[in-house]
C-alpha cells in the first residue's frame, strides 16, 4: 500500500500516480465519481448465478475523462476515492491513461465505491452498489483543486455527486469557480434510481443545476422521467420543459439510432451506426467524450449545424465502438479507431 497522503496538499498522490496534462488550453474537467465495476464473465444472468467477476474502472466523470484523453485530448479528472488499494489502482488506470489526477483526494476512513453491474442477454445493465458512504461521497469543499478548476476549457460533471453530503456542496462550489472562470458547463444527469432516497428526489437533484449548463446530453428514458411521463421523441417536450435560455446545446442520446440536438437556432438528428452490441456500458460516456473533444478544440462548432453534425456523428461512433467490447473503460475508443470506423460506415 503506498503512504497515506495528506488531504489537500501536493502529495495527495504518490509521485508515482500523478498523471499530466496534454494540453491545457483545451483542457476538460471532469468532476464526480470514480469506482470498480464487478462485471459477471458471462452474460444474461443474475448477480447470483454469475460463475464469476471481472473488475473494471468505472464512473461516468471517470470513463469520460480518460474517453478523452484516449481521442487525444486533454482531460483532468477530480473526486474522491478510498485510500486503499482499489482508489490507488484508479489513480494509477487515470495516470496510465494520460488523464491529470493530481485531483483526486484519498479518505482514510472511508472505501472506494464497488458496483456490481448484470449484463442482461441484450446488453443491458442492472446496478447493485456498496456506498455506505462510499469515498466519493464524502469529498469535501476545502479538497478541491481549484487551481486546476480554473484551467479548464469545459468542466463536465453528472448528477450522482448531488444526491449527498458534503460531496454536493463541493460539486456546487466547484461548479460556481468554473463559470466565473469562464469555464464552459456540461451536465450529462446520468440517473442512477437506486443510488437516490426517492424518484422526486431524483427529479428534483437532477433539475437543482438544470439551468446552470451551457450543454446537456440526456437519453430518452432519462426524458420521460425528468418531464413525469412525456413522449421522450416530441420536440415540443423537449423545447418546452428541458431546454433553458442559458442552453447552448441539448443532445438526446437514442442508442444506436444515434441522437437528436437541439440549440437556439436549429435542431436536428444524426442517425447511429449499428453494431453487435456486448456491452453497453460506457457508450454513452463514449459519445460524451467524443462531442466534448470536439467542442473543446472548438466551441464555435456550435453555431455552425454541418460542422455540429459531423462532430456528433464523431461522438455516436465513439459509442458504437464502445459497446462491442466488455466494461466501460478497456472498450474506450482511440481518435483513428473512431475514424477508421467511421470510413467503413459513411452515412452521407
Same mark, same amino acid.
Given at each position: 500500500m503506498a503512504k497515506s497522503p495528506a488531504p489537500g496538499g501536493s502529495d495527495d498522490l504518490p509521485s508515482d500516480t500523478q498523471g499530466g496534462y496534454q494540453d491545457k488550453n483545451f483542457l476538460v474537467v471532469c468532476f464526480g465519481e470514480m469506482l470498480v465495476d464487478f462485471v459477471p464473465t458471462v452474460a444474461g444472468v443474475s448477480l447470483a448465478e454469475a460463475p464469476a467477476f471481472k473488475k473494471a474502472p468505472g464512473g461516468a466523470p471517470a470513463n469520460v475523462a480518460v474517453g478523452i484523453?484516449?481521442? %487525444?485530448?486533454?482531460?483532468?479528472?477530480?473526486?474522491?476515492?478510498g485510500d486503499d488499494d482499489f482508489g490507488y489502482m484508479l489513480a494509477n488506470i487515470l495516470k496510465q491513461n494520460n488523464v491529470d489526477n493530481s485531483g483526486m483526494r484519498f479518505d482514510h476512513k472511508a472505501r472506494t465505491s464497488l458496483a456490481f453491474v448484470t449484463l442482461r442477454a441484450d446488453g443491458e445493465r442492472e446496478f447493485l452498489f456498496f456506498r455506505h458512504p462510499s469515498a466519493d461521497m464524502l469529498l469535501h469543499e476545502s479538497e478541491l483543486d481549484i487551481n486546476l478548476i480554473k484551467q479548464a476549457k469545459i468542466f463536465h460533471y453528472g448528477s450522482i455527486s448531488l444526491i449527498d453530503e458534503p460531496c454536493r456542496s463541493a460539486h456546487l462550489a466547484a461548479m460556481g469557480i468554473a463559470r466565473k472562470s469562464g469555464c464552459i458547463l456540461?451536465?450529462?444527469?446520468?440517473?442512477?434510481?437506486?443510488?437516490?432516497?426517492?424518484?422526486?428526489?431524483a427529479r428534483k437533484g437532477i433539475m437543482s443545476v438544470w439551468d446552470q449548463a451551457d450543454i446537456i446530453k440526456i437519453s430518452e428514458d432519462e426524458i420521460t422521467f425528468l418531464t413525469g411521463?412525456?413522449?421522450?421523441?416530441?420536440d415540443h417536450v423537449v423545447l418546452k420543459k428541458l431546454f433553458h435560455p442559458n442552453l447552448k446545446l441539448l443532445i438526446v442520446t437514442e442508442g444506436s439510432e444515434g441522437c437528436r440536438y437541439y440549440t437556439k437556432e436549429y435542431r436536428g438528428r444524426v442517425v447511429g451506426v449499428k453494431v453487435t452490441s456486448v456491452d453497453t456500458t460506457g457508450a454513452g460516456d463514449a459519445f460524451v467524450? %467524443?462531442?466534448?473533444?470536439?467542442?473543446?478544440?472548438?466551441?464555435?462548432l456550435i453555431q455552425d449545424e454541418k460542422r455540429l453534425r459531423e462532430a456528433l456523428a464523431f461522438a455516436n461512433a465513439?459509442?458504437?465502438?464502445?459497446?462491442?467490447?466488455?466494461?466501460?473503460?478497456?472498450?474506450?475508443p482511440t481518435k483513428d479507431a473512431v475514424l477508421q470506423f467511421l470510413s467503413l460506415h459513411d452515412e452521407s
Open positions: 484523453s484516449r481521442l %487525444g485530448g486533454s482531460s483532468a479528472f477530480i473526486g474522491k476515492v456540461s451536465y450529462d444527469p446520468n440517473l442512477r434510481l437506486p443510488l437516490w432516497p426517492s424518484a422526486e428526489a411521463g412525456d413522449d421522450p421523441f416530441d467524450s %467524443g462531442i466534448l473533444s470536439s467542442l473543446a478544440s472548438d466551441l464555435n465513439c459509442g458504437a465502438l464502445t459497446v462491442k467490447e466488455r466494461g466501460a473503460i478497456p472498450a474506450l
